[in-house]
């Protein structure tokens, strides 16, 4: 680390967060990380991200999910120490989801890598993933979000929207559903046909985030509004929200988090998301979006975003 130039180590993360890390150019070999804060980017070029890709996850303690593109093995890099961690060999190689409970540090930190029908579990200093089974109190095909909220499991499946939380009984992992409720009704416009949904721990309770689309004759979708709702369980319904006070939703392609960010440049009750090569904030106070594009120097396609917390 001594001897390193600056330009192959990320910037000093603990300056600000959340950072917005962008992967780019060939194979990944570039890595654009901006400061929202500051409204100013770093490039990059860290060996220890050319050529791997960053798994379906949120960073969690600053740690991110690595599979390398040419071997599919699989690490876990802090990217504020600088520190990693090689992982024992994952026999498949399309995941859905990874979440690291706890850092590597504590004892009872564990890995979780999801997959369609089941999940692997590594602790560390184990050998090897164990493989968990699924059992389903309710219809099930595919995850929408996964999330860890108050040290337990929530998962958002299809096709019928379902919220269930997991229970770990050997051999296998148990997800209940959790309220008995209809899912929310969205208030869709004409145009309005797609969505994508988050489920987002904030300020103690858990939110489902709806990202809706507008129809486009474009190449890619557009995204139009965004609508959600905090999960009552005295009521055992989703309750409409109009409003997150302070905090701040960013969300990345697959997964979300909400923050209490002290910076003056950081806009509360709003929702930071990316489209293309812009960032995009949605004002939940007069539901306008602004866009912006923070790094010029990345490319049009084959690009990564993914929000980093120091």
Same mark, same amino acid.
């Given at each position: ?10 910037? &000093?993360? +603990? ?22 804060? /500051? ?19 949120? &960073? ?8 390398? +593109? ?9 990217? $504020? ?5 090689? !992982? ?13 409970? !706890? ?5 009872? @930190?564990?890995? =979780? $890598? ?20 699924? =059992?389903?109190? $309710? ?25 269930? /939380?997991?229970?770990? /009984? ?24 797609? +969505?994508?949904?988050?489920? %987002? ?5 858990? !939110? ?5 689309? &507008?129809?486009?004759?474009? @190449?890619?979708?557009? %995204? ?47 929702? +930071? ?38």
């Amino acid at each position: 680390m001594e001897n390193r130039v600056g330009y192959s180590l990320p910037p &000093s993360l +603990y300056q600000s967060r959340p950072w917005l890390m962008i992967s780019h150019g060939q194979d990944a070999q570039r890595q654009t990380f901006f400061d929202i804060s /500051k409204n100013y980017y770093y490039s990059k070029i860290i060996p220890e991200l050319c050529d791997k890709g960053i798994c379906r996850s949120c &960073s969690s303690y600053g740690w991110l999910v690595l599979r390398d +593109y040419t071997s599919h093995d699989c690490s876990l890099l802090n990217l $504020v120490s600088m520190e990693m961690i090689e !992982l024992p060999p994952i026999e498949y190689s399309t995941s859905e989801y990874c979440m690291l409970w !706890l850092p590597p540090s504590n004892p009872n @930190s564990h890995l =979780l $890598v999801v997959f369609k029908d089941f999940l692997m579990l590594w602790r560390p200093g184990d050998a090897e993933f164990v493989r968990k089974e699924f =059992l389903f109190d $309710v219809e099930f095909n595919s995850f929408s979000s996964v999330n860890i909220h108050e040290g337990n499991i929530y998962a958002l499946v299809a096709p019928h929207g379902d919220i269930v /939380k997991a229970d770990f /009984k050997d051999p296998i992992v148990h997800f209940k559903k959790l309220i008995n409720g209809e899912e929310p009704s969205l208030g869709l416009q004409e145009g309005q046909l797609f +969505y994508d949904s988050y489920l %987002v721990e904030c300020n103690g309770e858990m !939110l489902l985030v709806y990202k809706i689309y &507008s129809a486009s004759f474009l @190449s890619y979708k557009v %995204v139009s509004t965004f609508e959600i709702f905090r999960l009552d369980h005295a009521k055992d319904a989703w309750i409409e929200v109009k409003d997150i006070g302070e905090r701040t939703i960013f969300l990345s392609e697959y997964q979300g988090r909400s923050s209490l960010v002290s910076n003056p440049q950081v806009k509360p009750n709003s929702i +930071y998301f990316t489209q293309r090569r812009h960032l995009c904030i949605f004002d939940l106070d007069d539901q306008s979006i602004e866009l912006s594009l923070p790094c010029p120097n990345v490319s049009k396609s084959n690009s990564a975003f993914c929000w980093i917390w120091g």
